[in-house]
C-alpha cells in the first residue's frame, strides 16, 4: 500500500507543480478581428475602446492596428511615425515583437501602423502564402502568453491586409452603424469568411459578434434596424448598444479612449458592457 503523503510533501506540492504537470502552461491570446469593408461604422473606435476596456478589466491586451490610416495609433495617443508599423514583419524581414509599443495605460500594449503601409498590398500580393504573412508574423506573439487577447483593426474594405485579419484571427466582431444600409455591410463579410473557412485558410474562423454602433434611442430608425438585425443573427448580436455621443466622438482627437478621456459617460459604460461580454463569448 503506498504511503500517503506527509503534511510537508503535501504543502511543497501545492508551492511548487508536482513530478509530471507542466511548469508554466502557455495559453495563446485569442486573436480578434474588428472589420467592415465599410467606413465610418465605429470599427476604430470599436477596436480602440475595446482593447482599452479589456485591458482596464485586468486583461493583457495587444492592439495591432494594420490600416494605412492609423486611426487606432493616434487613438491611443501614437504619432503615425515611418517604420514604426507591422510592414517589415509582414514581408518576414523582422519580428512583430520588435514592434510593440507600450501605451500610457496598463496592460494595454500596440503594434503602431503608418500611411507607408497602404503600398504593402502590391508587395504581398506577389509572395508565396501571401494570405497567411499576419498569421505568420503573430504567431510567436500570440502563442507565448504574453497576452490574454490580441485585437486587430483593419482598414475598411476588403483587400489584401484585412483577408490577411481574417486568415490570422480566431473570431470576427463586425460593427454596424443603426442605419437603413446597415445589412448590406456585413453580407459580403460572411461570404469572405465562409470563402476562407471552406477553401482551408483559415476553417477555424467565426464570427463571434454583430456590434450595434452609432444607435440614438430617440430616434424610430435606430431601434427597428436593431430589430431588424438582431431577427437576422438572433444570438450573434451583442446586447451592448454603442450610442451615438459627442464625448466618444472627441476622445480621439485627445489620444484617449473613451475611459480615460470621461470615465462615467455613457460611451464609456457601453464599451466596458461591451468588453464584458466579449470576454465572457471568449470564456476568459
Not at 83 to 98: H, R, T
Amino acid at each position: 500500500m503506498a504511503k500517503r503523503p506527509t503534511r510537508r510533501a503535501r504543502a511543497v506540492c501545492f508551492l511548487a507543480p508536482c513530478a509530471g504537470l507542466p511548469l508554466n502552461r502557455r495559453v495563446p491570446a485569442k486573436v480578434i478581428v474588428v472589420a467592415n469593408q465599410k467606413g465610418g461604422v465605429g470599427k476604430t473606435t470599436t477596436a480602440v475602446n475595446l482593447a482599452a476596456c479589456l485591458a482596464w478589466a485586468g486583461r493583457r491586451v495587444l492592439l495591432v492596428d494594420v490600416d494605412p490610416q492609423a486611426n487606432a495609433t493616434s487613438g491611443v495617443g501614437f504619432e503615425k511615425l515611418p517604420g514604426a508599423s507591422a510592414y517589415d514583419a509582414l514581408l518576414g524581414q523582422g519580428a512583430l515583437a520588435e514592434k510593440i509599443q507600450n501605451t500610457a495605460w496598463e496592460r494595454l500594449e500596440l503594434v503602431p501602423s503608418e500611411p507607408d503601409l497602404c503600398s504593402i498590398e502590391v508587395e504581398l500580393s506577389r509572395m508565396e502564402n501571401h494570405l497567411q504573412r499576419l498569421r505568420l508574423a503573430l504567431g510567436p506573439v500570440a502563442s507565448n502568453g504574453r497576452f490574454e487577447v490580441v485585437l486587430v483593426d483593419c482598414p475598411p474594405s476588403l483587400g489584401m491586409l484585412t483577408l490577411n485579419a481574417f486568415a490570422a484571427a480566431d473570431s470576427l466582431i463586425v460593427p454596424l452603424q443603426c442605419e437603413y444600409y446597415a445589412l448590406e455591410g456585413i453580407s459580403m463579410i460572411n461570404r469572405v469568411l465562409t470563402q476562407l473557412r471552406d477553401s482551408g485558410v483559415n476553417p477555424k474562423l467565426e464570427l463571434l459578434g454583430v456590434l450595434m454602433t452609432m444607435y440614438d434611442a430617440r430616434t424610430r430608425l435606430a431601434r427597428q434596424v436593431v430589430d431588424e438585425v438582431r431577427q437576422h443573427f438572433g444570438e450573434l448580436v451583442f446586447e451592448t448598444l454603442i450610442p451615438r455621443t459627442t464625448r466618444l466622438a472627441e476622445a480621439p482627437s485627445f489620444g484617449k479612449p473613451i475611459i480615460a478621456y470621461d470615465k462615467y459617460s455613457a460611451a464609456a459604460a457601453a464599451y466596458e458592457l461591451l468588453a464584458q461580454e466579449v470576454a465572457a463569448r471568449l470564456k476568459l
